[in-house]
Each structure stands twice: as structure tokens, then as C-alpha cells.
């Protein structure tokens, strides 16, 4: 089974149209003011208009309130994917899918994580920066990784640090069900390239993963 694909960060129509025809799983889009990535409810309306049904619209969430979240919701977000101090209470509030992104520092973090109410783990790096909500480039900790998969009753995902080089072993060591990529498909922070998306999505699919 193919994993499970997500490609985050995304603020151009020429991006959502690459990923729609590389037959990505979910695309994601950054509210986070501070972040190269941000977009606004206005853009995101503008970029969901074209995105097909079968592929999720994640908005990346960082302790924003429930007034702004429901913006971008109103503008086509079918799925939250929280990086903040969001707790289950807040998480349950909403009728829509949600993620719940971990920053694993320890093996005893994994089970309390593990409580949170979602359908999908994005597993992220601890980075020196934790200003940003992901999209530092900052590798995780894979063999810790591998700890919450084997635990994990739902679908993780990989993030930190994955790009073309390294997400094959990413997968192999982890034995996640899914990929999260945002820096390893840009030239610079904040600006994807078509060329790395077909770059990335042709090796995945000569793989073995």
C-alpha cells in the first residue's frame, strides 16, 4: 500500500494544480502569521476552489481561536491539523477531520500524545526554532518515531527534515503510513518548486515504499 501523502505550505495555484496531477493525498496551508508560509482565508478560498474532493485541505493551526479557525473553514478547510497547546476539549469542538502534530522530545511523552482526540499523528521535529509550527528543515527522531508508530492505533505521518534524499528510510526505520513535506519540496523557505514536487513523487513511485 502507497503511503499516505501531504505536501504543506502551499500559496500558488500552479503548486495545487502540480499536486492534483502528481495525485498527492492532502495539501496543506499554514495560518501562522510569523511563517514564510502563511496564507490568508482569502487566499485559501481562492486555492480550494480548484482542489478536488478526494484530497484533503489541511490548515495548519497554532493556538489560534475558534472565531479565525472558522474563517478559514468557511473557506473550503475540510481538516485541522493542530501545532499548538490545542487540548481534546478545544479539538472535540470542531465536526470537521483532525490532526494533532507532536513534537517528540522523549519516550515518555508518547502515550499522553497518543491520548489526544484526532484521526491522524503528524510527527514533527523538536526544533532549536520553535517559533515555527514545521518547515525548519530539522530532521526528527526517526528510532523515536518508530516508538509512537508501534503504538499508534491510527495513521502517523513523517515530517521534519523529509525531502527526496532521505524520506525512503524515513519510512523504512519508522514504518509510519504517511509522509509530510514542506521545506524538502522548496528552493527557498516559503517558495515550492513544481520541479521537486515531480522530482519527489517519481522516485516515491519507483520505490519500494
Known sequence: MSPYIKICGISKEEHIAKLIERKTDAIGFVAYPPSPRYVTPEQVRELCKIIPANIARVLVVVNMNKEDIQAYLDA??????????????????????????????????????????????????????????????????????????????KPV????????????????????????????????PGIKSSQKIDLFFNKLNKSNC
Not at 102 to 123: M, W, Y
Not at 124 to 151: M, Q
Not at 157 to 181: M, P, R, S, V, Y
Open 76 to 153: 473550503g478547510i475540510d481538516t485541522l491539523q493542530f501545532h499548538g497547546d490545542e487540548n481534546a476539549e478545544f479539538a472535540k469542538s470542531f465536526t470537521c477531520d483532525v490532526w494533532r502534530a507532536v513534537r517528540l522530545k522523549d519516550e515518555a511523552q508518547i502515550e499522553r500524545e497518543l491520548e489526544f482526540p484526532c484521526s491522524k499523528f503528524v510527527l514533527d521535529a523538536a526544533p532549536k526554532n520553535a517559533s515555527l509550527p514545521g518547515g525548519t528543515g530539522e530532521l526528527g527522531d526517526w528510532k523515536l518515531s518508530k516508538a509512537f508508530v508501534d503504538r499508534s492505533t
Open 157 to 188: 505521518l513523517i515530517a521534519g527534515g523529509i525531502k527526496l534524499e532521505n524520506f525512503a528510510e524515513a519510512l523504512n526505520i519508522t514504518e509510519a503510513q504517511g509522509l509530510d513535506l514542506s521545506s524538502g519540496v522548496e528552493t527557498s
